[in-house]
């Protein structure tokens, strides 16, 4: 167990690493022309151009260059050049956001996947699930962006109805009731997809399983179906989900729900990033890129280890 | 399975004799392929949407013979200042902002909570009452929305059907050499995977598509401006490699196994031969699945990055561009951000329905059990 | 009911005319038409055939575990005098485990990977007996010593992985008697194992069979496996019985040309290894399209214009109740049965 916890933490690192250099060349070295100006955006000023081309090092060799960037990055020194702010705050700034969108909506797509996948796995073949499949592709084929925008005009800013607050984000210590209400259209929209595509792997993983020789056991032992059910298929099936699950979550954590954010207002750590895209301004979206990699490097190590729980014949002895 | 006694010999005399004895067609029907043609050809929801999807593709074909014949505009003519025709009527193609209702969109006098100030509100769908001019409306710089869809749809599919036949390629041939090679080859692949499953798809495609998008790609004598279609189109391909490439990677690792791929092997075929006649042919039914599957991610994934600003780049239309667009005059002009999510949620939709009805067909476990 | 007085043994189970359809998208699997047997306490009746003769469908059936919205059943299964094709569902799963156990072809996959060998017993006790835990576990520790695990104390808590490939068979056999059921169907047990795990585990099958006072069914495509315990032997192709008979009958005067062919396929060591086995030519039929007429016409060497009909399965030779579906004449058919299966004169060409 604990060598694998070792081999497993230097793997973690060892990708970490790479993660820094594949930022370097997407942010530096590959868009080619003068990395000083891509970096100060579209309003910067000559000065500015200047400052950054000294404190970055673009006058030094390339790997000086990498060793200044990590420096900045990890020493929570990069800076935004359009708006002269410190990227690490204002991503910390947005973490509360991006975390209250990202524990509820994964709770809601998690439970609702599980249902829409074991409704219409065993109910396969029949009318039910031909409606639950058509649904769940629908789900999937939204884009997100597109369904919040609509959802947010019609339910939200009075298209239709006014039931939820219309965008932003209210801290769940300032006033609970409000940012539950706040967070209720931005969680059921992200989590759509998520339904939608957990209720179709499952819904496979399902029948796959069912066929399975340790099934047939199961039923020939005289067990009842719901037993079978739950204890032999839905156990097995199951464990894809979860590392589905643990890197989804991750990714969503880290910034993957750049357009729900976007779309709600939420100011969180994806929305940051995206505020940054209009002025070709680099440095936050490098450190949310980085940010999000991180998480999802740690959850995949998480995945793991749950997975060899989950699967004895992986289980390290 | 392999290993069972009772194992039989088939001779050409045999295979006559059969062949006699059963109708021809049965015997031909055998294939797997002709089988799973005969199960795709019975669902016609799988069907109904492929035509689905050929008529949007055709549509989206036909953008210039509608924009000139039938709008009498071009994708990104203006016609801020002109003025149009409706059941006989003139109207301006860009009226005079002002206070608008939020609920209904009319406009109010006072700035109540309600209201809220436009500077210019563009014309409403027209529905052929203007002579095929405006039939969505107009955008807030006066141009013809339909035609738009439509030139957009075209830089959709282009960005989406293209991405998806770079990244399949790509996937295809890691894959194989993966696969086949093993070792040190293997390890350098995986672990090239392995390094971009660490990254949030969004936002890699984001991260490339806004630092691609100053000044273009201009590298190993590869020259592409800031504002062309291929910037998306390779972002978009290349971080999804490894999403096709590992599973790709999963099912040659286990034909490597296989007796035809080892006998292929003893008998001296060379390692292009067979990654590419034992191999490949057996993966492509996965990979047809894929590829539908895919173009359907894709159509999505660049309606993303160009709402967000990261892909298409304007004036070029696509249909995330236009919903960005749409967005802004939501409250007034609620169609102009409908219109093309509706088209992405068709086109997409019957890729899936049609992508799963493939799968289905091609890999009918689920609905006939073989036991042995 | 015949009379026989106390001597008479008691008729577990009797099958007669069993039938099994699936539609598929492809067209009606036929993969048991008119299947008739009778299986008495005490006793081993074999069934034998090829991959896909229909063997494993008929053994299923008889726990209903066929039971699928495509699958459409004919005929009756009676145990102890009732139709277990009647029944529902849930008075099923009372027969399943209790009455009949089953033991599959796999052992690798029988088992579930993600549970202990003992939890995997236990459950299949507290399925039909109300004990507790502790007490189902320690019957679970005595069953595994009866099939001679060694250390069932502590194996007990191994994960199948853990386990040999006889071993968790003798695992599966363990649990299947885990109710002491009437009747213990084993299908393959022993095809996934080596030459020598399967002889073990055959005369483990054939001991445990006196110790619990029960009849097995026993389904193999080999021949040899059976030569053993079987009492009765069934040979089955394209989901229909061509032969039945005592075992003595059925070895010595075999009487379809298939059987003359499965025969020939047992390895025997009196005679050099051949090249590979002898076999039986041709592909098995579909049983989707199967042929008119007798089914095993297309690969039967000996095949005349009478096979066009399907010959019914009836009494043809001295011996009553051997049972057989062949249209030849019974003294040319000893004659060329003789110069098959003995002279593998064409076989060395
Ligand atoms: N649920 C089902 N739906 C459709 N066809 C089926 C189903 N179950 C079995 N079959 C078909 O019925 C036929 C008989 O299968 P069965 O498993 O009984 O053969 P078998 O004699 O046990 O062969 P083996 O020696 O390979 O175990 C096969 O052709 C199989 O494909
Ligand atoms: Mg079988």
Redesign the interface.
Known sequence: MATFLVRRSIGAIL?CI??TF??FL??IV????DPAQ?IAGKNATPQNIINIRHSWGFDQPFYTQYWVMLKKMFGGNLVSYTSQQNVLTQIVQGMPATFSLTIGASIIWLFFGILVGVLSAIT??RLSDRVI??LA??G???????LG??TR?YLA???LVTWFPDGEYVGITQSPVQWLSHMILPWLVLAVLFIGFYGRVLR?NI??TI????V??????????RRILV??VL??SLIPIVTLFG?DFA??L???A??TE?VFDLHGV?QY??LS??N?D?PP??G??MY??FF??VF?MIVDLFYAY????IRPT | MAQQAGETEFTLDTAAELASDEPASTIRGRSPWYLAWHRLRRNYVAFAFLVLFVVVLAACALAPVYASQVAHSGPNANHVLETVKVNGHEVSVVSAGGYID??TGKPCTVSGT?CELFSAIPIGPTWFSAGGKFVLGADANGRDVAVRLLYGGRSSLVVGIGSTAICVFFAVILALLSGYFGGWIDFVIT?FF???????????G???G??????????FGINIESGSLWIPTLVISYVLVPYVGRPLRGQVLSLREKEFVEAAISQGASPMRVMFSELLPNITSSLLVFFTLII?NNI?LE??LS????GVQPPTASW?TL?AD??NL??TR?WL??A??IA??LT??SL??FG?GLRDALDP???I?IEH | MEPGGALMAERLLEVEDLSVHFATVDGTVKAVDGVSFELERGKVLGIVGESGSGKSVTA?TL?G?TRD?NAHFGGEVRYKGRNLLELS??EM??????EI??I?Q?PM??????YRIGEQIV??IQ??DKVDKRVAKRRAVELLKQVGIPNPESRVDD?P?QFSGGMRQRA?IA??LS?NPDVLIADEPTTALDVTIQAQIIELIGRLKDDFNSAVIMITHDLGVVAEIADEIIVMYAGRVVEQAEKRDLFYDPQMPYTWGLLGSIPRLDRPKPERLHSIKGAPPSVINAPAGCKFRPRCPHAFEKCVDEPALENRVEKPGHLDRCWLDVEVKRALRDATISGDTQEAA
């Open positions: 990708v790479a993660v594949v930022v997407i942010f590959v868009p080619g022309g891509r396969a073949g499949t058509v592709l629908i999937i084929s939204m884009p997100v962006f597109w925008i609509i005009y800013e009075g298209g496979g029948l796959d066929n399975e020789d340790y047939r056991t199961a039923k020939s032992k005289g067990l009842t179906p204890k032999h156990r097995t890197l990714a969503v880290g910034g993957g750049i357009l976007t994806g990033a995206e895209i209009n070709f680099l979206i490098m949310v890129t999000g990699a999802i490097v995949s989950l699967d004895p014949r | 939020k609920k309600g672990r392995d390094l971009f499953y660490a990254f949030p798809v969004v936002l890699l984001i991260a490339l806004s630092a691609l998008a100053i000044n273009g790609f201009h590298h359907a999505v309606a993303a709402f967000l600003g990261a995330g919903i749409g967005q939501i409250v609620p951000a409908l093309p999510g992405i949620v997409v939709l899936n329905v799963d476990r689920a609905k059990k | 299923m726990m575990l919205v569902e849930s799963q009372g027969y399943r485990g209790n156990g089953m599959f796999d996959t029988s088992l579930n990977p993600v459950e299949a399925a039909h994960f992985h599966m649990m299947a109710c």
